[in-house]
């Protein structure tokens, strides 16, 4: 199921503080006011808008403080589900990667389907918070404190000043120098969450309008039923918003090829680059630990056979093989392992090239669809 519609909130302070229009926001109030659901868990700024928060809203009324989109933000929601609200309902806002992890989860039967709402967000990437802040003192020339709003949009980092001004720069540019998107999201290739209940962004929309691809059954009541109870209003989208949309997605989507090829192939790390990366590792566990993916009640790695002298380095092959033999084929892209490690291992680089090789030889893509991953189906197959 695929349909297109055109959205925004018929609350005047959600339109007043969302984004788009502040359809997201009107939905997920549709869902807590009618008790659908028992919270619904998005972002929440403290600080600034480099300071995004994992939040559990029960109350409608707290919804738009969360209104509006966050590029630095962390990538939790997957984790946080299955590891505290499990027997909760939950309409939860996700990135693509967000959708793959949940999805992986739900396979494994560490969330339970049903009590899960996926609002999804069309995502050109995200952004370290340090590094957008330096990125926009250095390279914007502007103070980041003044900075109220950002949005990557038609290939540009665009930030917008408590003044109302407005300045971009293109994405490609910043990148060359270092800065802009997090290398995972400057690979991924899945911009529209069509893996979510609903994908939803500005892609396309009109002003002041939320486009909605409904990807589901359970996507198409939610959209008809905050319609009917007037939390929303629809209308079709044109031709031309349609097209737009196309061109947009596709652009971005050749862009992560691009570098999926760059940094994945062209200029891969050599044998001795990796031996001088996993002679730094510390085993430290926070790869692990913060891995959506990861859920096993007893890890492996802590068994007795896997220990490693506590006088000596760790070894590679015990704790970072046993790590990509188990999850690398689940692998979502979502570049957390990269950002929490001390010792700045790319170790997001080798767990989506071999996802994406796993995918060659299968046709398993992670997180999306029912299946299980083959080596962890019933049905063994070979492959040549």
């Keep these: 199921m695929s349909d297109f519609i055109l959205a925004k909130s018929k609350i005047d302070e959600i339109t007043e503080n969302g984004a788009c229009g502040g359809a997201v926001s009107s939905i997920f109030k549709y869902l807590l006011d009618n008790e659908i659901v028992d919270g619904v868990l998005t ?16 109350n409608s009324e707290e ?8 590029h630095c933000a962390p990538t939790m929601v997957a984790d946080l589900i299955s590891s505290y609200l499990q027997d909760k309902k939950i309409a ?34 995200t952004v370290i918070p340090q590094t957008a802040q330096k990125m926009i003192d250095e390279l914007y ?13 038609k290939g540009q980092f665009i930030i917008e000043l408590d003044d109302g001004s407005e300045k971009g720069i293109k994405i490609d540019d910043l990148e060359e120098q270092g800065y802009g998107r997090r290398e995972n999201c400057q690979r991924c290739d899945l911009k529209v969450p069509r893996n979510a209940d609903i994908a939803c962004g500005n892609w396309g929309a009109e002003d002041g309008w939320t486009f909605i691809e409904i990807n589901n059954e359970k996507g198409q009541n939610i959209v ?14 044109s ?19 691009k570098s999926q090829q760059g940094q994945l192939y062209d200029d891969y790390l050599t044998i001795e680059d990796w031996d001088n990366h996993w002679n730094k590792c510390i085993k430290c566990y926070a790869c692990r630990d ?31 093989g046993v790590r990509l033999s188990h999850m690398s084929v689940s692998c979502v892209n979502c570049g957390q392992c990269e950002d929490v490690c001390p010792m700045e291992i790319p170790v997001s680089k080798i767990y989506h090239k071999l996802q994406l090789e796993y995918e060659k030889e299968t046709g398993y893509q992670a997180g999306l669809g029912d299946e299980k991953p083959p080596l962890y189906s019933p049905k063994k197959e070979t492959f040549d």
């Design 224 to 237: 008809e039923d905050a319609k009917k109870g007037g939390f929303i209003e629809t209308k079709t989208p």
């Design 63 to 70: 919804l738009a403080k969360t209104a509006g989109s966050l």
């Design 92 to 125: 939860v806002a996700v990135k693509p990667c967000d959708a793959k992890a949940i999805n992986e989860l739900v396979k494994r039967h560490q969330i339970k389907p049903e009590n899960i709402y996926t609002i999804g967000l069309n995502c050109g990437g």
């Design 239 to 257: 031709e031309k918003s349609i097209a737009i949309r196309d061109k947009i997605e596709n652009i971005m989507i050749n862009m992560g090829k």
């Design 141 to 153: 020339e502007i103070d980041p404190s003044k900075v109220v709003k950002e949005e990557i949009t």
């Design 290 to 320: 913060v891995c959506p993916i990861c859920w096993c009640n007893e890890c492996e790695l802590e068994k007795s056979y896997l220990k490693d002298d506590p006088n000596e380095a760790p070894n590679p092959l015990g704790f970072q």
């Design 43 to 58: 972002l929440t700024k403290d600080q600034d808008i480099y300071d995004g928060i994992p939040t559990i809203v029960t």
